[in-house]
């Protein structure tokens, strides 16, 4: 109402100029400052009937259709910013200020919904993330942990007016800090400039995958003063007899370290080598113990749990932990799921590429000891 209202009265204003004009000098208008005015007073009617018309809208009050629902907002929001979002690398800004990308402080772009897509995408890429405890907080965080080890809560026999000794375990904790890592995807300014290119879906890949490549090699083997991962973190182990090689019964050991209570989600992490090296084994009655199972989550099934192939996994050398096995639920993930996203179009012109770099935050421990074990080589 408040633009209609100003373009009318700019016209008005153009037709007051044009009218003194012409008193000034004592003339009547000319042929074009006739066309002119006519027009001008063409256009501020049409505009008036406008502002009326809205205004009679508006004194009839809403209308009863049902509002939007919760899902119908939530899709338009992601669809405005993921339009918005391939609009900015685009270098095109959108007039509409509610589809328009928010500015941080320290100049990144944060689209809510796109950097919620990215993380999605990391879990969907990496069993391993999809399956730990997740924690999507900021700052450091501290979480209980129940510890038996030393000594256990214990029952015994006892007599009448005989006191009971007190033992229970003791609570210890796991801190999970944040750690600030960044992906890095460059466009090509050849694909930018095509308009049907889901250019949001590029992105969103190409970083999902850069992130999770490395987050699961974090979860598995961790960094010195940084993310801690599985390796250090896991206190059940077998040693195999051999530095290049498994056996059998090496392999129901690790299996049997983990308790029944937590066999149920339990899987097995190796790499593509180790795999081909247990596919040979069998047992006594020369049934091979790892077999292909259609219905098994990725093709193939040890000793009757799922076995997972990760690029990240080392093969079995001397020292090596070459297998995980266990509830991966037992490793606690805290991710920031507000990333910094920033556009950097400067920095690749001679590449004719726009890169786009993505800041996360995140830590992993083990918080549960009994549900991972791993097979560590001679």
Do not use: C
Not at 121 to 134: E, F
Not at 157 to 171: R, V
Not at 357 to 377: F, P, R
């Amino acid at each position: 109402m408040k633009k209609l209202i100003e373009t009318r009265n700019q016209k008005l204003q153009e037709m007051d100029d044009l009218l003194q004009k012409a008193k000034d000098e004592g003339r009547p208008f000319t042929e074009e400052e006739k066309e002119k005015f006519d027009a001008l007073e063409a256009s501020a009617k049409e505009l008036l009937e406008t502002i009326n018309a809205a205004k009679r809208r508006e004194e009839a009050g809403a209308t009863e259709e049902e509002p939007d629902s919760k899902d119908d907002a939530e899709k338009k929001t992601e669809e405005q910013e993921s339009r918005a979002f391939a609009n900015y690398i685009r270098g095109v800004v959108e007039t509409r200020a509610e589809v328009n990308m928010t500015q941080g402080d320290n100049g990144a772009v944060i689209p809510t919904t796109v950097t919620k897509k990215i993380i999605e995408k990391v879990y969907d890429i990496s069993p391993l993330a999809a399956q730990a405890s997740r924690y999507n907080v900021a700052g450091n965080l501290v979480i209980p942990k129940y510890d038996e080890e030393s000594q256990s809560i214990t029952v015994t026999y006892a007599d009448e007016f005989t006191e009971l000794e007190s033992k229970s375990g003791k609570f210890l904790s796991v801190e999970l800090k944040d750690f600030l890592a960044g992906a890095l995807t460059k466009v090509s300014r050849s694909l930018i400039k095509k308009a049907n290119f889901d250019l949001t879906s590029y992105v969103v890949r190409k970083m999902a995958e850069a992130i999770a490549r490395w987050l699961e090699k974090e979860l598995l083997y961790g960094t010195d003063e940084k993310i801690e991962g599985l390796d250090k973190g896991v206190t059940q182990k077998v040693t195999a007899a051999n530095a290049e090689k498994v056996t059998a019964d090496e392999l129901i050991d690790v299996q049997e370290e983990v308790p029944d209570i937590f066999q149920k989600d339990a899987i097995w992490i190796m790499s593509r080598k180790t795999r081909k090296a247990i596919r040979k084994l069998k047992d006594n009655d020369g049934n091979f113990l790892l077999n292909r199972d259609v219905t098994a989550k990725w093709g193939y099934t040890l000793l009757g749990k799922d076995v997972y192939v990760s690029e990240n996994m080392k093969d079995m050398a001397t020292g090596n932990t070459a297998i995980f096995y266990g509830d991966m639920s037992g490793l606690a993930l805290k991710i920031a799921e507000d990333a910094n996203i920033q556009v950097l179009r400067e920095k690749y012109a001679t590449q004719h590429a726009i890169g786009v770099v993505g800041w996360i935050s995140a830590d992993a421990k083990v918080e549960h000891t009994q549900k991972i074990s791993k097979l560590v080589m001679a």
